[in-house]
């Protein structure tokens, strides 16, 4: 087994720490691997090297966490200021989609622990909006955490 090499990748104004465990495999899936609340890439530490004889296979510091930078939060209603962000399943969603294009640029598989699964599920669906780009093959849920809705919010839902 091989260890998962570690890098940063630029994400709008932040750096987003990552890690890529890879064999000769000939897999034209990659997976991408997305931690729950609190932890970060070293949370898979023992899966990565195991599925990346199988295929490749990424796992990704949300912002916030880990080796990623950590900005300053801001409340939904809170007035924008340099440097702070609105923490949520929409930025992290988007955080993953862009990582997804930009970085694997395959076919991929998102699997999801914790609030990692509600990330996985608000990423696959916007990748859906350019399947050419950078298909979501499926997503794994781990434990995944319940969002809650106000039937306003559900609503919009697709």
């Not at 064999?23 to 070293?42: C, K, M, P, R, Y």
């Not at 966490?65 to 340099?82: H, I, N, T, V, Y």
Request: aromatic share 8%; glycine share 10%.
């Amino acid at each position: 087994m091989n260890s998962p090499e570690h890098s940063l990748w630029h994400w709008q104004d932040w750096m987003i720490g990552w890690s890529l465990s890879q064999s000769q495999s000939d897999s034209e899936v990659a997976v991408l691997l997305i931690h729950g609340f609190g932890a970060n890439t070293g949370h898979w530490r023992f899966n990565q090297p195991v599925l990346g004889e199988l295929a490749p296979t990424y796992a990704i510091d949300l912002l916030g966490f880990g080796s990623s930078d950590q900005p300053r939060a801001r409340l939904k209603d809170e007035p924008k200021s340099p440097g702070s962000v609105h923490y949520g399943f929409d930025l992290w969603g988007q955080q993953v989609a862009d990582f997804c294009r930009d970085v694997i640029g395959r076919p991929v598989l998102l699997v999801g622990n914790s609030i990692g699964g509600v990330v996985a599920l608000r990423a696959a669906q916007m990748l859906e909006t350019d399947p050419d780009n950078c298909p979501c093959q499926g997503v794994v849920l781990i434990d995944c955490a319940q969002r809650l809705m106000d039937d306003k919010q559900l609503a919009t839902q697709p």
